[in-house]
Nanobody, 125 residues
């Protein structure tokens, strides 16, 4: 079992930056892929970025490529989402999610079994 807690959200002006953190508990997290997803009011949830359990592979939605970076710190059991050049359309609740050990971990939500409660990101114009 894996528990996830997101943090780092907030209000930022367009063009600004935020770093989200996804802190995990559970002995299997180091072998779990992790994804970031977001959901804006009235819209469907969409994938943002994902990283493999080893950290060797990462994936990004086209809308965030070149602006967002996903990384993980296995010692701290934490995955980060560095968000730069933020735009008003990035406003959403951001969720991190983890797979079961050694599972596929790309941008498809079907692979993720554990979800955090989310953190709000608001980008003002």
């Amino acid at each position: 079992q894996v528990q996830l807690v997101e943090s780092g959200g907030g209000l930022v002006q367009a063009g600004g930056s935020l770093r989200l953190s996804c802190a995990a508990s559970g002995r299997t997290f180091s072998r779990s892929g992790v994804g970031w997803f977001r959901q804006a009011p009235g819209k469907e949830r969409e994938s943002v970025a994902a990283i493999s359990w080893s950290g060797g592979k990462s994936y990004y939605a086209d809308s965030v490529k070149g602006r967002f970076t996903i990384s993980r710190d296995s010692v701290k059991n934490t995955v980060y989402l560095e968000m730069n050049s933020l735009r008003p359309e990035d406003t959403a609740v951001y969720y991190c999610a983890a797979t079961k050990p050694f599972s596929i971990s790309d941008l498809s939500a079907v692979y993720y079994d554990y979800w955090g409660q989310g953190t709000q990101v608001t980008v003002s114009s």
